[in-house]
């Protein structure tokens, strides 16, 4: 009994502190809201200004470039294979080089062509012999056939002795035109032997850089051998693929330029850069266009022509063709880095003449250069933020330097719409 009262009044005595303390903190509870909200109110209001650089908006003529994955490839390629068959007894030139048209690149063991031009001359010899002792009988055959008509007339030859003088006159004819065909056909077999014999000497049909020997010098070779290969590399071609609507904007652009895309005549200058980002330093042009669509792909290939004087550039290389396939009139542009990415949303930081700073969402157009075309958001003369922007909230106070676009991209990373 005795501890029942006390567990009672320890309870009693816990409550009242309880409801004491409750009581003590909800008559706290204003001054602590008023003293909370005072203090964030002048901080928000009295927050220091943030330094920003700036750029300003820009409206000018833009122009708008296609680029195309390209692979380079010789402008002449000539695969080099003997007419005859033999065993390869020399290779006359250094594997990569330049080589001239007719410089002599293999050998093939000559003697056995020499032997048959030997042959083919003693041939026409004979021929030539047989032809001359032919012509000798047939003019014999026509003294006799002319002087025995007058006596065969007068009756003081028969007439049978006259037939057969007509009839041997008419075979040393025949035998003529016989040996005189031996005699072309000699002829026609010694300069065919005489080719054999020159060919035997392999010669490059092109200017240009011979590459890899695929044959070994004493390897018996033929006309279905590859020897090795000549491409002319100065100009050289540079093939891609282009869609259906970057063609028409391409021959709409060439045609403004005053060339013409279908027939190899265009004036409009291409850039090539090369694998390492080396933009080459000549400018190239279109050489080729397919004659159809892939329907596959839905692209069409095209070549272009770049200048290759040092020879530097060699087939089976990768690099980038760009073309200016529109000039977009009066564009408004921001320099890439400006633009940021809010979940499919493109903003740009403004600098408004409050000195305060502005979210603005923005339309893109085409990337021209490091800039963005806007279609909507902006207008010229605005003033967008390039650097601090990760800082920066709406409506925040800012102290707006501006700066060129040049120097915006010098101090910044243009990778474009983050």
């Known amino acids: 009994m005795q501890a029942l009262k006390l567990w009672v009044t320890r309870n009693r005595n816990s409550r009242g502190m309880c409801l004491s303390t409750l009581s003590l903190a909800l008559m706290s509870l204003p001054t602590l809201l008023v003293t909370a909200c005072g203090d964030r109110t002048?901080?928000?209001?009295?927050?220091?200004?943030?330094?920003?650089?700036?750029?300003?908006v820009r409206q000018a003529d833009a122009s708008l470039t296609g680029t195309w994955v390209g692979t380079l490839d010789g402008f002449v390629n000539v695969q080099i294979q003997p007419h005859v068959s033999g065993y390869l007894v020399s290779q006359n030139y250094h594997e990569g080089s330049p080589v001239a048209k007719d410089q002599v690149l293999f050998e093939i063991d000559p003697r056995p062509f020499q032997a048959a031009v030997?042959?083919?001359e003693?041939?026409?010899k004979q021929a030539k012999g047989q032809l001359a002792q032919a012509q000798s009988q047939q003019s014999l055959a026509q003294i006799n056939l002319k002087r025995d008509?007058?006596?065969?007339?007068?009756?003081?030859v028969s007439q049978s002795q006259l037939?057969?003088?007509k009839q041997q006159a008419e075979q040393a004819d025949a035998a003529v035109v016989a040996a005189d065909a031996a005699v072309s056909a000699a002829d026609a077999s010694l300069t065919n032997a005489k080719l054999n014999l020159e060919f035997t000497r392999v010669c490059s049909l092109v200017d240009g850089v011979a590459g890899q020997a695929m044959t070994q010098v004493g390897n018996l070779v033929g006309p279905d051998s590859l020897l090795t290969s000549v491409s002319r590399l100065n100009p050289i071609k540079v093939y891609f693929s282009i869609s259906d609507t970057e063609y028409l904007d391409l021959v709409d652009r060439t045609h403004?330029?005053?060339?013409?895309?279908?027939?190899?005549?265009?004036?409009l200058p291409l850039t090539l850069t090369l694998a390492n980002g080396t933009v080459w330093p000549y400018k190239g042009h279109i050489a080729f266009v397919d004659r159809q669509m892939n329907q596959q792909t839905g692209a069409i290939r095209l070549a272009a022509s770049f200048p290759n004087p040092d020879n530097l550039l060699r087939p089976g290389q990768f690099g980038r063709v760009t073309a200016e396939?529109?000039?977009?009139?009066?564009?408004i542009l921001v320099p890439q880095m400006t633009v940021e990415d809010l979940q499919g949303t493109k903003q740009v930081y403004v600098a408004g003449p409050d000195n305060l700073v502005h979210i603005v969402d923005v339309t893109l157009g085409p990337e021209a250069g490091n800039d963005w075309i806007i279609t909507s958001g902006l207008s010229r003369d605005q003033l967008v933020i390039t650097s601090n922007v990760q800082k920066l909230r709406d409506g925040a106070p800012i102290h707006a330097r501006e700066i060129s676009e040049q120097a915006a991209i010098e101090t910044s990373s243009p990778t474009g719409a983050r």
């Open 42 to 56: 002048p901080a928000a209001v009295h927050s220091e200004p943030l330094f920003v650089d700036v750029v300003r």
């Open 118 to 120: 030997d042959e083919a």
């Open 122 to 124: 003693a041939q026409l």
């Open 149 to 156: 008509t007058p006596l065969a007339q007068a009756r003081a």
């Open 163 to 165: 037939e057969n003088e």
């Open 256 to 267: 403004d330029t005053g060339g013409d895309l279908l027939s190899g005549h265009s004036t």
């Open 325 to 331: 396939t529109e000039i977009r009139q009066n564009a």
